[in-house]
């Protein structure tokens, strides 16, 4: 028998490939003859081609048993792609119709319950399109970089590369709500001077954004990831203070909290058609005070939650998620500086009872709290008046006064 005289493609070559199908997760399959294998030739794993295309590309890993490979250029066209219509990474499919794209989909699921799974006599049944092509996503994660002139960017990675951020404009995988706080932060981040941490030296402070968007409830979500390195303060939309801190240390990697000012000087400007909103998301609880401006618009105010077990203060954000944090969070947005250490021995935990007298039926019997009765048993979507706030909150608060604890 004669040697064989292939030799598997190294690191950096470029070869022309016609793929010929698509394997799971997008990529397509191509073949270079090794006739010896008895396998019908060498796996290369293609990025950014189709079945039908014939493309020239450049190899990005090598294994004994296949090579992945990355499309350089296009040189002739399947018949069935099509032109895309995002600019960025993250639909690798987007170049198939739909129709052909659940086809495809479907191919994989039974090749993997036939060849992984071993099984047979099963019905797999059609797939069920998406109700929307575009825009579905609700979470979204971006990175931080910085332009060849030095100018911070939000974006995507570059295909192929680690350290290269591509900026990205208008993201087709997120609603337009999603993108325009995207932008909003990036603005932000750009007028606190903030760089973005170079993943070779690893200085510079941004490393990721996450926009959340809860689409049943319409809460969104914003976290920023961060290197190491410190973040004092930041201005909110207000123009308001907010003094940043680490919460938690993993390595050099610090996460940060934002803390509500001392002072809560947002609740100032809260008036009679203020409305307090607490709507759930996942085991979060997000309160917003929503306060009708002069010129028909919204004034919208995160409300500061208690954070977690073991931990004073109040924070944005934190999930906590029960009825107490709410009502916790209430009482300190309503009730004066001078009144806030009082707060604990307000704890739902002590003995409120559902009703709507504010005051003890008998003397050993646990007090009525309408505000606790308000949260406790409101079905869906929590929306309070300020005023009734303030009135329940005060309420409570002399039934300490006249003696409780």
């Known amino acids: 028998m004669e040697a064989s005289t292939f030799t598997r493609p190294e690191r950096g070559a470029e070869l022309e490939l016609r793929v010929e199908s698509l ?17 019908g030739g060498y796996v290369v794993f293609v990025s950014g081609a189709i079945p039908g295309d014939l493309v020239r590309a450049v190899v990005t890993k090598r294994k004994r048993g296949y090579a992945e490979a990355r499309t350089l250029e296009v040189l002739e066209p399947s018949p069935e792609r099509i032109e895309p219509l995002a600019d960025h990474p993250g639909a690798p499919w987007q170049v198939l119709p739909y129709e052909r ?51 911070l960017l939000c974006g995507f990675h570059a295909p192929g590369s680690w350290e290269t951020i591509v900026a990205v404009k208008d993201c087709l995988l997120a609603s337009e709500r999603s993108n325009r706080a995207r932008d909003e932060v990036l603005a932000w981040c750009r007028e606190q001077g903030l760089e973005a941490m170079d993943r070779r030296t690893h200085t510079g402070l941004l490393r990721n954004l996450v926009v959340r968007e809860g689409r049943r409830t319409g809460a969104l979500q914003v976290r920023i990831v961060t290197g190491p390195g410190e973040l004092e303060f930041y201005r909110d939309a207000a123009g308001r203070y907010v003094v940043m801190h680490p919460l938690i240390s993993f390595g050099e990697e610090p996460s ?90 307000l704890h739902p935990r002590l003995g409120w009872r559902v009703g709507t007298k504010p005051v003890r039926d008998t003397e050993d019997s646990p007090p009525v709290s309408q505000l606790w009765t308000a949260i406790v048993t409101t079905r869906g979507p929590l929306r309070l008046s300020w005023p009734k706030v303030q009135q329940w909150a005060f309420e409570d608060l002399e039934v300490v006064h006249g003696g409780r604890g």
């Open 101 to 151: 794209q659940l086809a495809v989909k479907r191919e994989q699921v039974n090749d993997a319950l036939t060849r992984i799974g071993h099984l047979e006599g099963y019905v797999l049944d059609e797939i069920v399109p998406a109700v929307e092509q575009w825009r579905y996503r609700n979470k979204l994660e971006y990175s931080f970089g910085t332009s060849p002139e030095g100018e």
């Open 23 to 39: 394997a799971y997760g997008g990529n397509g399959i191509a073949r270079l003859e090794a006739p010896e294998d008895g396998r």
């Open 256 to 345: 940060y909290d934002a803390e509500w000012p001392a002072s809560l000087d947002a609740v100032a400007g809260w008036t009679d058609r203020t409305i307090v909103a607490a709507d759930k998301v996942s085991n979060t609880t997000t309160l917003m005070a929503l306060t009708p401006t002069d010129d028909g618009g919204m004034q919208v105010d995160p409300v500061p939650m208690p954070r977690g077990t073991g931990r004073t203060g109040f924070a944005f954000g934190y999930g906590g998620g029960g009825p107490a944090a709410t009502y916790m969070a209430l009482l300190r947005c309503a009730l004066s500086p001078a009144e806030h250490r009082v707060i604990k021995r």
